[in-house]
């Protein structure tokens, strides 16, 4: 069985660029949610797919989007980069989207903005 | 105010020390999850809990609902267990669904040898 699966690890892109951090969640899970975590600070829920749907967002502007597959993995789009979306992005997947069910978080991906 | 706030934010321990980590909440949960992040950002759940107590190895967690309260124990600490403990719980942070995590802002423990 495999975990969740992040990338790129690590990546440094420039303000007004655009950026895809990619997601395979764990075998037999069906809900993916994202997170951003800046230095020092918590994780911050970003949206939530379920069964290929956006099933709940957080409190991040429209340039955040995402996209679910029918294997169930996941892509976060950023776009128009600002300074303040550098980051730790962490993915977890899970079966079900309720917050009772366990969670398998990826490694991150550590984004940067110049 | 946090609807999730932990307690204490750093702690250093001595290793073999019996260590406690608080978490209070005021949201209304179906869940708590207690999750562990070393440094270079990867997050393991340890626990997810709704009543009563769970133990795993030397890792104990425990849960007052009526109290909104819970609290993560480590015994026989060790220098690998240094990282950073999180407390989670769904909330209505984001309007109406419960079901997306609202993060602790973390306890940072440092167990020396």
């Known amino acids: 069985e495999t975990g969740v699966t992040q990338s790129p690890t690590h990546l440094i892109k420039t303000r007004g660029q655009q950026v895809t951090l990619r997601c395979s969640s764990q075998?037999?899970?069906?809900?993916v949610s994202w997170y951003q975590q800046a230095l020092g600070q918590g994780p911050q829920f970003i949206f939530q797919?379920?069964?290929?749907?956006?099933?709940g967002r957080g409190n991040f502007p429209p340039r955040f989007s995402g996209l679910q597959f029918p294997n169930y993995s996941s892509e976060l789009n950023v776009n128009a980069l600002e300074l303040d979306d550098s980051a730790l992005y962490l993915c977890a997947s899970s079966l079900g989207a309720s917050g009772a069910n366990v969670l398998t978080f990826g490694a991150g991906s550590r984004l940067t903005v110049l | 105010k946090n609807e999730v706030e932990q307690s204490p934010q750093n702690l250093t321990a001595q290793e073999g020390e019996f260590i406690t980590i608080n978490c209070s909440y005021s949201v209304g949960i179906s869940a708590l999850h207690w999750l562990q992040q070393h440094p270079g950002g990867g997050i393991v759940s340890l626990f997810m809990l709704s009543s009563g107590k769970k133990k795993h190895g030397r890792l104990i967690a425990t849960i007052n609902i009526q109290e909104k309260h819970s609290s993560l124990h480590i015994t026989a600490s060790h220098p690998r267990d240094s990282a950073v403990y999180i407390c989670?719980?769904?909330?209505?942070?984001?309007?109406?669904?419960?079901?997306?995590?609202?993060f602790g802002t973390g306890t940072l423990l440092a167990v020396q040898p």
């Open positions: 797919y379920y069964r290929e749907e956006e099933n």
């Open positions: 075998s037999g899970h069906n809900t």
């Open positions: 989670a719980a769904p909330g209505t942070l984001y309007g109406g669904a419960t079901n997306k995590l609202i």
